[in-house]
């Protein structure tokens, strides 16, 4: 049987060493994550073009790493870094159908809902009819660029503009009037309300009964769902909030959503998307009865 010699690590061996390259590990400054430029091309856009991208990325924003997903499921991988822009063609990938896959793919990742999108198309009446029903909450933060009429100076303009715009809403806010029952926390009871404005993120909501709201309150809003979604979503959305900002009457708070998963910010870009669009589609026929009636 051999003998330990001692060594730092061995059998029986002084474990100090070991102990302190812990110490030492927990104490430096962790490793900033590096953010990313993903720029998904397809064989149409030219070389050039790419070249220019990248060079005008380098140049400007020289802090960014950029990436060349080759496939979709490169691209996919490649959703666990801190993207801070896609810049991606939609003929990357087998049709506009799996480019929109994609995109919601990364908006699932609670980190990157709020991450902006650049489209770059040739088609943007497909684009625009295919992004409305699909992914229409996120509307405020993303882009597109009919590339084949534009000059390389104006998809760099695009691509600086998604970069630097930083103070737009995380996502568009939606005028909406949705009965809801909400559960207080530090109440532990239920009360009745209505939700009047409805984002991603976030939402507007009155009290049913002029119960004053209070900043910091922890709630829980069900949101019913079953007119615009399958049974298989259930009947309501459950989502944790806090109030963020009480308006003068008391009566009306905005609240952020927390603690949201990958499902429930599923189920809430489906649900907000149908819902938009049954709204734009009650407006259109109204609009086409007040025509015919003249």
Known sequence: MAQNDGAPGGAGGDEKPSKNRVAEY??????????????????NISQDLQAGIDQFLKVQFKQLAISHPKTPEDLKKQFARQVVLLVIDDEFGADLNQCMDLVRDLKKKRTASATPVLFLTRSPEDLIKTYTTTLLPFQEVD?????????????????????????????????????????????????????????????????GDGRIFHPGEQLKIHVPIATFLPPTEGDYLKLSAKVRRVFISGTQAGVSFEFVTDKQ??????????????????????????????
């Open 26 to 43: 927990l104490q430096a400054p962790r490793k900033k994550r590096k953010s990313y430029v993903l720029v998904a091309c397809g064989k």
């Open 143 to 207: 882009d597109y660029l009919n590339y084949a009429k534009a000059v390389p100076g104006h998809v760099f303009s695009k691509i600086r503009a998604s970069l630097m715009n930083q103070n737009r809403r995380k996502s568009r806010r939606y005028k909406v009037d949705i009965p809801v029952s909400y559960f207080l926390l530090h109440e532990d009871r239920f009360l009745e309300g209505s939700v009047i404005d409805l984002s991603i993120h976030g939402a507007l909501v009155k009290s």
């Open 265 to 294: 910010l599923m189920v809430l870009t489906r649900y907000l998307t149908e819902l938009v669009n049954s709204q734009n589609l009650r407006r259109m026929q109204a609009f086409k009865s007040r025509n015919v009636a003249r």
